[in-house]
Every structure is written in structure tokens, then in C-alpha cells.
């Protein structure tokens, strides 16, 4: 029996440590397929077509914009970056779950273009616990923390539009409390694939 897939976007502030929870889930479960971004800049040393990144020019991507081909897409500084809508669609027909890692504002637009996705919002487990670990990171000025705490204490108000919230206090409990969000919504009876489901079980019988 043949279920559709789920997109899985995980997102929260910078620096809540959405990016760790998702590697350490990646690295449990073989199940789960990470959706690859495209971009217009240059492969880095190491990086592969594929894995890393789909590695593409601005009049490819910018055709794609224009053709709907792409979930989400932001311009940073001179270069594009996006999520390619083939690759996430392809992967969910053949049954596999897609996990998205992405920021704020990119997970929004997702979600209007496929609002049956799962939305998981990753909160710290306090406000100076975020701010303690941006200033850790001891790469910006303080006027530049300042500014991305400011921009974090904002984005909590967004949380409204996302299914489930997980606190990352430890990351091995965040981890966990994903996969409990994994394992129920695979049993969700959802309405637009229900008679599906339905009419497979019967047919098995």
C-alpha cells in the first residue's frame, strides 16, 4: 500500500539550532529524503551537484521563477537560492518524506503553495538562552546581534501559522519530539488522500 509522502519544514530563528535537530534526525532515519536547494553560486571546495546543492545560472533560475517551477526562492546579495518543486514533488509521489530545513520567511511561502505540508516551528528554551547562543557564535558585531535578536523576538509572533512547536532545550530530546511529529502525521487520516487509502486497503483484502 502506497502512501504520499510528507514535507516536513522544520524552521525558527537564527541560531535556535534548527540545523542541528535535522542532522541528527538525518542521521536516524534512512526514510526521510533532505530536499536539496538550488543556487546560482559557485560550487565550494567539496561541495557536490546534488547532495550539497543543484548548482544552476540566473537565466535558469529566473525562468523557473517566472514558469512557478520553484516552492520558495530568495535573493541573497548577487546570487539565488531556492527550492526546486520537481525534485520535492517526485520524492513525495514515490512515497518517500521530505524534510525541508529553511528560514522563516521561506517556509511561509511554502506553505502557500502546498498548505498540506507539516509545520514545525523550533523554538530555545528561553529568550537569553537564544541570545547567549548568538553571541557564542563570537562572528558579529554587536550591533549585527542586536539586530538578529531583535529579528528573532519578532519572528516567535509567526509561530501561528505552523503546526507544531518543539522546544530545543537538549538536542536529543528536540530529536525525538520530531520523530513523535513523523510518526503521528504518517497516521493522520488526512481528507484529500483518505478514499485513496481507502479503496488500496479494500483492494488488498
Known sequence: MMRRGLLLVVSGPSGVG?????????????????SVSMTTRAPRVGETEG???????????????????????AKVYDNYYGTPKAFVMEQLEKGMDVLLEID????????????????IFILPPTMEELRNRIVGRGTETPEAIDKRFTAAYNEIDLMENYNYFI???????????????????????????VKTLIREIKEEY
Open 51 to 73: 547532495v550539497n546543492y543543484f548548482f544552476t545560472d540566473h537565466k535558469t533560475f529566473e525562468s523557473m521563477i517566472q514558469n512557478g517551477e520553484l516552492l520558495e526562492f
Open 104 to 119: 522563516i520567511q521561506g517556509a511561509l511561502k511554502v506553505k502557500e503553495q502546498y498548505p498540506e505540508g507539516v509545520f
Open 18 to 34: 534548527k540545523g542541528t535537530i535535522c542532522k541528527a534526525l538525518m542521521k536516524l532515519r534512512e526514510d526521510i529524503v533532505l
Open 167 to 193: 522546544f530545543n532545550d537538549r538536542v536529543d530530546l528536540a530529536t525525538t519530539r520530531l520523530i513523535s511529529i513523523i510518526e503521528a502525521e504518517r497516521l493522520r487520516i488526512r481528507p484529500k488522500f
